[in-house]
């Protein structure tokens, strides 16, 4: 199991564990945590699973697709660390991640 | 009192006015109610990665079963409805349940339009709008095994990519002259013929089916040009009808779906309407549309829970649709029904590539094949209604942000 932990605008945090493979997006609607979405339902299609991904954690990720990187334009307050959460599988190399949900999500 | 909602209907539309209710604050009864045994369920993977076996079962599933514990919504399934007292605001349930309620949202999705040839009860028939309708498609959905699946639409296109991938021998029949001709253009009909056709799908267009007849474990389908086609299994994904009995017998308004304004109400005060059942005004389009999508689905039960929880909000969003097939993701914003001029952007050989359909160079709808870029920029140049220059639409040098 992975540990993932979702910080709220306010600073709450929630750390859930997460089998590999499922993406970060449905660990959050599965675990309740309030300010991800995911409407389309994973098909990066929303934009609605925003989150700034803490600095240490961004070079882990696999590099951003020409989906994910058109569909961030639709995501308030996007900058240098912002990913979408369907699109980030769990994987061992990411034991511990940390991931901040916008306010604008809430 | 505490008041009561009622939720008929546990698809993608019932599953958000839960969520949307609670998070706008209504503090009251909330009961769901659905005729599926299941929680609601994510759709469109059905005919894509659950048909394929890549996604089980279990993540489906909108929310999670603690949610609706969470959230206090009582759940009532695998329990339809059958008739609805709009005046004594009163639903009965097929196990003869009383419900009363002050506000009901009917989120009834529809039903498959079924064949209406000869031999259109056929075992090895199928049509594909449910979990337990893929599941018994499943069985025979093997490597090997003759699939005809009459009518090429999204459902249909996507159930074939994914058997042909998987090994069956496929067969597309299309009554009319091209494929997904109801909901594109000819051009991205052209496209998708094309990349079937190189994948082993055989597509026969302006091909009607006139009967099925066979033993049980083969049907034998006849086309209206006189072929016969045998087949192991048969999907028919030939449209939706809108589930609107239950509404039209309590004598609330329905044409091509239930009548509802921009704030979900229906003409039954205290009855709401969302989703693929519903049929509602939009203002950039200036006509009453019935949509059948998730996105509908999701902003118009938001729409309908904001009425009810009394914080009302119009729902009035451009319309989105997409699909998979094979490594193609296509997405379209907006309707093209009108448009007076389509124009291509970008190589369709290029397997990535875009047209933005006109009316006196207005942007009405876009395709967008691997085009992202394009999908996102047409969201908000449709309902800006602004006149555009075609000549920049089609130059690859202007981004699609810079095309206003």
């Given amino acids: ?106 | 009192m505490t008041e009561t909602v009622l939720i008929l209907g546990g698809g993608q539309a019932g599953a958000q006015a839960v969520l949307s209710l609670r998070q706008q604050g209504f503090a009251g009864r909330l009961v769901l109610v659905g005729s599926e045994p299941f929680l609601p369920y994510q759709r469109p993977p059905l005919s894509k990665a659950f048909l394929s076996g890549a996604l089980p079962r279990e993540r489906l599933l909108i929310k999670p079963e603690a949610f609706y514990r969470q959230a206090d919504v009582e759940c009532i399934l695998d329990t339809p409805a059958v008739s609805l007292d709009a005046a004594e605001r009163q639903l009965t349930l097929a196990d003869d349940r009383q419900l009363g309620f002050d506000q009901l949202l009917l989120a009834t999705g529809g039903r498959p339009r079924q064949l209406q040839c000869p031999g259109a009860d056929h075992p090895r028939l199928h049509y594909l709008r449910t979990l337990d309708d893929v599941e018994r498609l499943r069985e025979h959905f093997l490597p090997g095994a003759r699939l005809v699946v009459i009518g090429a639409g999204y459902i249909g296109l996507e159930a074939a990519a994914v058997a042909v991938k998987q090994g069956l021998k496929v067969q597309v029949l299309e009554a009319a002259p091209r494929v997904l001709a109801r909901v594109t253009g000819a051009q991205v009909s052209e496209f998708f013929a094309g990349v079937h056709a190189e994948a082993g799908v055989e597509i026969h267009c302006n091909t009607g089916v006139v009967g099925i007849d066979g033993d049980p474990d083969t049907a034998r389908v006849h086309t209206a040009t006189g072929d016969v086609m045998e087949a192991d299994l048969v999907l028919a994904g030939i449209g939706l009808l809108p589930n609107v009995e239950l509404a039209e017998a309590a004598g609330i308004a329905c044409d091509n779906g239930i009548l509802v304004d921009d704030l979900a109400r229906s003409s039954a005060p205290g009855v709401l309407a969302a989703g693929d059942c519903s049929n509602h005004p939009s203002v950039i389009y200036g006509r009453r549309l019935r949509l059948e999508s998730v996105h509908n689905a999701i902003e118009q039960a938001k729409a309908a829970a904001a009425t009810i929880a009394g914080k009302p909000r119009p729902y009035n969003q451009v319309p989105w649709f997409w699909s998979d097939q094979y490594d193609l993701k296509l997405q379209t914003a907006g309707l093209l029904e009108g448009h007076d001029r389509a124009l291509v952007r970008g190589d369709p050989q290029s397997r990535s590539f875009a047209v933005f359909y006109l009316r006196d160079n207005r942007l009405l709808a876009v395709d967008a094949i691997n085009r992202p870029a394009e999908f996102i920029a047409a969201r908000t140049l449709i309902p800006a209604g602004g006149q555009l220059d075609p000549a920049r639409l089609t130059d690859e040098n202007v981004a699609p942000q810079q095309f206003a």
């Fill in chain 1, 1 to 106: 199991m992975i540990k993932v932990t979702y910080i709220e605008f306010n600073g709450t945090e929630r750390t859930v564990e997460v089998e590999e493979g499922v993406s970060l997006m449905e660990a959050a609607v599965n675990n309740l945590v309030p300010g991800i979405d995911g409407d389309c339902g994973g098909m990066c299609a929303c934009a609605t699973c925003h989150v700034h991904v803490e600095a240490e954690w961004l070079d882990k990720l696999a590099p951003m697709e020409e989906q994910e990187d058109a569909m961030l334009n639709l995501a308030e307050g996007r900058d240098g660390s912002s990913r979408l959460t369907c699109q980030i599988q769990a994987t061992p190399e990411l034991d511990g991640i940390r991931v901040r949900t916008p306010i604008g999500q809430h």
